[in-house]
Structure formats: C-alpha cells, structure tokens
C-alpha cells in the first residue's frame, strides 16, 4: 500500500552535497511511488526502501470513542448483549426466524409495531454476521443438540470502552467490510448476467470463469489499496479542513502519469476508476474509515441519446464537481491504513516520533530520517518548553562540522522561529561563535532587534556558505530553488575577487556549494569563476 523511496545512509563530512541526500522536503511523486520520473527499473525497486509520510492521529481513548459512534459497530455491541445470556440460532450461526424482527426493533431499523421491511431484517443480519465475525458473539450446540449464541469475553471490555479492545474490534471489521468491498465489486457484470440466466457450463468453463474472477477481484483489490494509500498520503499533507478529495482528482492521481495532462483515453480511464471505486469507498464509509459522498447516478445515465459525462472534459464549478463524488480520509481511517502498513512490514511514523527526546536527538532524527515533516516535528518538541532553555539546548546542538552539521543549524533556526522573541536571550549569547554567529544576528535582525553587530569577513563568508548547503541538503539539489539563492549572491561586481576568499572558508561543503553555483549561475563568467574557485577548494584538501 506504500510508495517507495530511495534508503538514506547519511553522510560524513568529506561526503559531498549530492551523496549526502537528505529528502526531508520529498516531492510529491516520490510519494505516489513514480519510480519511471527517476529511472528506476523493476531490479531497482528491491533495493528500495519504503516510504510512508508521517500522520498526525489524535489519541486512541478518542478515537476508540470515534470508533464506537459508528453506527455498524453499535449494532453488533448491542445485538451480542441482547444475545445474553444466550441465543437460539439456526445451524449457521444466523438468527433464527422469530428473532429477525425483534432484533431489528431493538437496533431501530423497524418501528415497534406493524410489517417488518426487508431492507431492516437485511441489516440487522448484517450486524448480527459481525458480531459473530468480532467473536462478540460466541456459538455453540447444547448437549441437546441446540445451536446456541452467547456473549464473546471481548464484549463487556468494548462497551466500558476499553480503548485497545474497542479499536482492535474496529480494525478487525474495517478489514472485514474491506474484503467483502472488493469482492462484492470484483464480479464482471457480464458474468453476474449468465450466472442467471444460462445453465453451468462444463468443468472447463468453470475452471476459467473462477480464473477470470480471481483476476477481476485481484484488480479491484489492488485498485482500492492504491486508492487507500494516495488518500492517506494526501491527508498527511493536507493543511486542516481541506482533506477532501474529488472522486475524479483521486482517479486522476492513480491513472494519469506525473507531468502529464489526461488526454482523451485518459479521461476515459478516469471515468471508469471512479466507477470502480464508487461502491467501494461507500462501503468503507460505512465502518467510518472515511467519509463519501457517492456519484450522483444521474450523471451516468443516458438521456435522449447522449453519452454518459465524462470527468475532465469541461471546467465545473464547485457543486457540479461534488456531484462526481467526494470522499474525505477519517481520523480513524488514517488509523486503520497506518496499522494495516504496520502489519505488512512498512515503517509508517506519526508526526512527533522523533520529537520525544533532547534537542541532540531531535536534530539528528530530523536529517536522518527521510520521511518527515521537520516543521512538524519542531513544533511538537517546542510546544511547553520555556523559550530560553529550549533555545540553549537547540543551539548548541546545531553545533558541529560533520556532514549534517548545516542541516542542523538551518532547523535550529526554524526551531527559534517557532520559540520566538522569548528566545532572544539564548541567541544573543552566541553572537560571536565562528559556527553559530552569522545565523544568530540574521535571526535577531529579522525579530527586529537595531543593535546587531554586522559580522565580520570570516563568519559572514563561512554562513554564506553553511546556509547554501543547508539547503542543498535539505532539498537534495533542487536547480530552481538553488538559482533563486544564487541570484541573491554577494559578488557585488567582482566575481574574481569574491570567490577567490570563498574558496579559502574552511567548511566541509565549500567545494560542494561552489561546484553547484558553477553549474546553475546563469552568468557565464561568473559560474566560470565559481568552477575554478571549486578546483582550488578540492586541490587545497
């Protein structure tokens, strides 16, 4: 259900900014596994490790109290306690005739009185069925031969709301109606038509009708799981109150390559994973996994001759769009996907994973890992520590000239940010540290302190160079971002002269940094000065 990424084995101080790849700002195709944008073949993808961005979860007393709001799981906790101390059953473990109806009345499907309507029988069938498949219910035959139901041991624990058992059964049932999705949708209508209307054929017939649903249901299965996975990772980057998604930018996202615009076969594809979703989603939405609104049927109905609508052909607005369906990731839902990753082997973090110890550690975690939202977890460590304190401890773990040693200082910086002025003691402290000294004035001139020193030739040269390799880690190389940077360069009209004392800072990326502004300097003078300045730093190591 994850996308993959390439395995970060960190970086020493002689390794240069390319090797020492540091994807803590990943595109977005990285995530959605778009291994062709950066020439992985199928060999390579063994060696690939596996990435799943962090999420934010609220705490599992909430959602265990999420999990039992859910309509389908209070009927099943109801029907097992209505089942004490003991139920009659027919020989498959379903309720018997008479007690359809009371059982229906209880959960509210049917009014006290008067005919019992198929559609409440059939869910309270349905509910009964899960609680059997939970183990809420337990079955079993009487000396006397009677098929009985009694209450299961996990029965009182959920509803006293114990959160681990509450949430274990919910999972359980979310895997549940998952498979059941796929296999209720994996049968070619063609196929369901013959089923009722033609006698069997022979055996080998059979042999390949069985070989083409197994096939239909593996497509559907992997359609939905890939389905799964873009909502969870879009939701771990969706800013709060915008987690929806649009059926048809969903289908999109599975079917139409990165960079591409859909052309009309496309859209056509497009058309038909929505289709191929639509039940399936609503089915999860039923166990709260997520929330749908499904395809207004109308539009996949032909009308005078016209063909059904097409996602993507014209620009709709707002309510049009909703009308192709639209379905929002759930808080539980994150859960469940984040645990079903979790069983199958996958590393699947939640933001504030590696905000748990001190400042040494948290910055270390931060450039190590490679999916993480630094700002996130930052903010996590930061949140109830006096500004002070914390700014010390965040300082002097920024020190060092190790090959992360710049990606530290840059999220130091982004830490005091998130401090703010109450920082501005421990800062001051560090003004005239050769290492620390340059950010910490900029960082105090952009809080609006007027009496800042400007730093001297040394440092302001080193920093220049530290925070252009901060972000040549941090962004792993990203050309365009690195000629923004570029372009606001010091060189004040003599290239010769200002690379020839670049070149002579002692910091462990000077050749790495001044190789990259050779390379991306849209002047050609300049970026020749640049590649010779980077020759001499190499030769002087």
Known sequence: MAGRRRRNTGA?????????????????????????????????LDDAAVLVPPVKLPAERELAEQARAVPMLGYALALARWAAPHRAVDEFGDLVE??????????????????????????????????????????????????????????????????????????TAAGIVRELAVEADSLPEEAG????????GDGEED??????????????AELLDEALQVLYETTAFAEPGNETVPLGVLA????????????????????????????????????????????????????DGEEPAVVGEEPLDEEESARFGLVRLTPLGQYGIRQWLLEDGYDAPLV????????????????????????????????????????????????????????RRMLCVSALN???????????????????????????TAQGATDVPVPDRAMALWTVVDTFAAQLLDNGGDAELLRELIADLPVNGDPAGWFGELWRVDHPYTADVLEAIGELHPDRALAKEARKAAFKARSKN
């Open 252 to 303: 999109a996202l599975l079917v139409v390559p990165e960079g591409e615009e859909p052309s009309e076969e496309l859209l056509g594809d497009i058309t038909d994973v929505m289709v191929a979703l639509d039940p399936m989603l609503g089915d999860l939405a039923e166990l709260g996994l997520l929330e749908y609104r499904p395809i207004d049927p109308e539009l996949f109905d032909e009308e």
């Open 98 to 171: 008479a007690d359809r109806a009371p059982a229906a009345r209880l959960l509210g499907l049917a009014p006290a009185e008067g005919e019992l309507p198929e559609e409440a029988e059939v869910e309270a069938l349905r509910a009964w069925s899960l609680a059997c498949d939970l183990d809420l219910v337990e079955l079993g035959t009487t000396a006397e031969g009677e098929h009985v139901a009694v209450p299961g041991p996990d029965l009182e624990p959920a509803e006293q709301g114990d959160p681990e058992t509450v949430l274990e059964l919910w999972l």
């Open 12 to 44: 020493s101080a002689g390794e240069s900014a390319a090797e020492a790849v540091l994807p803590a700002d990943l595109e977005l195709q990285d995530l959605y596994g778009a291994f062709a944008a950066h020439g992985l073949d199928d060999e390579d």
């Open 193 to 200: 038509e013959e089923a009722e209307g033609e006698p069997a």
């Open 352 to 407: 504030g994973d590696l905000a748990q110890g001190d400042a040494a550690e948290l910055l270390r975690a931060v450039c190590e890992s490679a999916n993480v939202l630094p700002e996130e977890e930052l903010r996590v460590w930061v949140a109830g520590r006096e500004p002070v304190a914390a700014a010390r401890e965040l300082l002097a773990a920024a020190r060092g000239v190790d090959g992360y040693g710049p990606l």
């Open 418 to 444: 998130l401090l703010g002025a109450g920082a501005e003691p421990a800062v001051r402290e560090v003004m005239e540290d050769p290492e620390l000294g340059g950010a910490a004035r900029a960082w105090l």
């Open 207 to 220: 042999e390949d009708a069985l070989s083409e649903l197994e096939e239909a249901r593996d497509e559907a």
